[in-house]
């Protein structure tokens, strides 16, 4: 039975009840019938809309199968995140003399310029569990504000996503409760320094990351497409499965469990095969210091690096930090085994040819304001393979309330590097920054090095080529360097 029948039936019962009050005032009547004429009235017209819907929903099946069967349904109320923004404004300016003669210059001579890069970061934060992570990056520009647009001459403004992440937390007290997951570009650093590999110096590769808590200690796993190649070959993948254990043992001591396993295309046929670094790291403090190190090994399949043998290795690494005076020092020395073909100690900066920010120097290792366009002569812990040891100081101290002074110095050798000289060179630097607030700081300074002709920069990376011969120098037999730069970097960083 319709409800206007209904309503009909139940309007002609309610009249017959009501017959001798309706006698009694006609007046009553007759609002009574146009009360109940408007219900009526009411009652067809939600009577029409709803055969109305009906009709559409026979006519557009799909329309409303796509609606309630979407994966990206919209949800039922709208989504308020938390915003916030980081990033990372920069300019710097400097001027370096990289020491080579007329006649070999084939990285640079003198330089002068200045650089401008900007990172900015957007962050959603939607509940306790989940939040994003994107970092755009305007790449190093020596270009001007009337020269950045290629119709007037300029170069192209190289912008690219850096980071891109997803993370997710799990809170709810099962067995994942704690675990947290990063998906997406993810910024990846080692445990171990800066040695391995390192974020600051774009190791955001592909990657899914899982950290997960067992008690006081953690566990993190993480795979990661460093370089895909072409997508219809499987051969041509450079892959990083890392597994680490970070155990706490007590108040400030602690010690790092790691393993790494890179699947590279091979330099000599088709087909991948592996590198392998392992190791243990720890620290724990001495009185008012603190001391760190590692022991890290390292083996690598002869196919990658084209060789006749495979490459095994072992490197070093101890500091010692603490306070003096109304400053700060540190003490650092390394080692790493090394072959006359660079098939000694590696590490996956060799083959990404990578770097990090693991040392004191400024020129054979980088500082912050020496990250810049004159950087070519750093070299990795194992300067490629030919082995290398290090012996470094660093002392920081206030001159006033907003400026900082910091000195370091360094020597580098014991290298294999064939009729090369043992000694990569010597190192120094002398900087300060002042900081006009919590964001905005002016570094300033001047680096030196005497620089032999064993240097293996970090770009160079493992040489990978049939009869390999080992990694290239940055500059011929016998040639030897001084190289100095003036620089200055003023970064905002929030």
């Known amino acids: 039975m319709s409800k206007i029948h209904y309503f009909k039936t139940t309007v002609l019962v309610l009249c017959l009840i009501m017959a001798p009050d309706l006698v009694r005032s006609e007046l009553s009547i007759e609002q009574k019938i146009e009360d109940l004429q408007r219900q009526l009235d009411e009652l067809r017209t939600l009577q029409q809309s709803q055969q109305a819907d009906q009709q559409s929903t026979v006519q557009n099946p799909i329309d409303l199968a796509s609606q309630n069967s979407s994966n990206d349904r919209t949800p039922a109320s709208p989504i308020s995140p938390e915003l916030s923004f980081g990033g990372q404004y920069r300019v710097n300016f400097y001027s370096a003399e990289n020491g080579y003669d007329d006649s070999h210059r084939e990285l640079a001579g003198r330089q002068t310029s200045q650089r401008l890069r900007l990172r900015q970061n957007i962050d959603f934060a939607f509940d306790r569990q989940f939040k994003t992570h994107l970092q755009f990056e305007l790449h190093h520009t020596t270009d001007n504000v009337t020269t950045t647009d290629q119709r007037r001459g300029g170069n192209s403004t190289e912008v690219s996503v850096r980071h891109a992440v997803m993370e997710y937390t799990w809170l709810n007290r099962n067995v994942f409760n704690g675990m947290n997951v990063q998906a997406g570009l993810v910024p990846l650093d080692d445990y171990f320094d800066q040695t391995l590999f390192s974020a600051d110096w774009d190791y955001?590769?592909?990657?899914?990351?899982?950290?997960?808590?067992?008690?006081?200690?953690?566990?993190?796993?993480?795979?990661?497409?460093?370089?895909?190649?072409?997508?219809?070959?499987?051969?041509?993948?450079?892959?990083?499965?890392?597994?680490?254990?970070?155990?706490?043992?007590?108040?400030?001591?602690?010690?790092?469990?790691?393993?790494?396993?890179?699947?590279?295309?091979?330099?000599?046929?088709?087909?991948?095969?592996?590198?392998?670094?392992?190791?243990?790291?720890?620290?724990?403090?001495?009185?008012?210091?603190?001391?760190?190190?590692?022991?890290?090994?390292?083996?690598?399949?002869?196919?990658?690096?084209?060789?006749?043998?495979?490459?095994?290795?072992?490197?070093?690494?101890?500091?010692?930090?603490?306070?003096?005076?109304?400053?700060?020092?540190?003490?650092?020395?390394?080692?790493?085994?090394?072959?006359?073909?660079?098939?000694?100690?590696?590490?996956?900066?060799?083959?990404?040819?990578?770097?990090?920010?693991?040392?004191?120097?400024?020129?054979?290792?980088?500082?912050?304001?020496?990250?810049?366009?004159?950087?070519?002569?750093?070299?990795?812990?194992?300067?490629?393979?030919?082995?290398?040891?290090?012996?470094?100081?660093?002392?920081?101290?206030?001159?006033?309330?907003?400026?900082?002074?910091?000195?370091?110095?360094?020597?580098?050798?014991?290298?294999?590097?064939?009729?090369?000289?043992?000694?990569?060179?010597?190192?120094?630097?002398?900087?300060?920054t002042y900081r006009f607030n919590r964001v905005l700081a002016l570094g300033f300074g001047i680096a030196y090095a005497q620089l032999k002709d064993s240097v293996s920069g970090y770009f160079q990376g493992v040489q990978q080529v049939a009869g390999n011969r080992g990694a290239p120098f940055n500059q011929a037999q016998g040639e030897d360097r001084n190289k100095w730069a003036l620089f200055g970097r003023l970064q905002a960083e929030f």
């Open 204 to 432: 955001n590769p592909l990657a899914a990351s899982f950290i997960i808590p067992a008690g006081s200690s953690s566990l993190r796993l993480f795979a990661a497409n460093v370089e895909e190649g072409s997508e219809s070959n499987a051969d041509d993948d450079f892959v990083h499965y890392q597994v680490d254990v970070t155990i706490p043992l007590a108040n400030d001591i602690g010690i790092t469990l790691t393993g790494t396993a890179l699947n590279i295309a091979n330099a000599i046929g088709p087909g991948n095969n592996w590198h392998y670094n392992y190791g243990i790291g720890g620290f724990l403090p001495l009185g008012s210091m603190r001391a760190s190190g590692f022991i890290l090994g390292s083996s690598t399949d002869r196919a990658l690096l084209g060789g006749s043998h495979d490459a095994d290795g072992v490197a070093l690494r101890a500091e010692l930090t603490g306070s003096l005076g109304s400053g700060a020092f540190g003490l650092l020395a390394t080692y790493a085994t090394g072959e006359d073909d660079g098939s000694g100690f590696l590490m996956p900066m060799a083959f990404t040819r990578s770097f990090g920010y693991w040392g004191y120097t400024g020129i054979l290792t980088v500082q912050g304001p020496t990250d810049t366009g004159f950087d070519f002569d750093g070299v990795n812990i194992s300067n490629n393979g030919y082995g290398m040891s290090s012996v470094q100081a660093k002392y920081s101290f206030p001159l006033t309330e907003n400026l900082g002074i910091y000195f370091a110095a360094g020597w580098f050798g014991n290298t294999h590097a064939g009729s090369r000289s043992s000694t990569v060179g010597t190192d120094a630097i002398a900087m300060g």
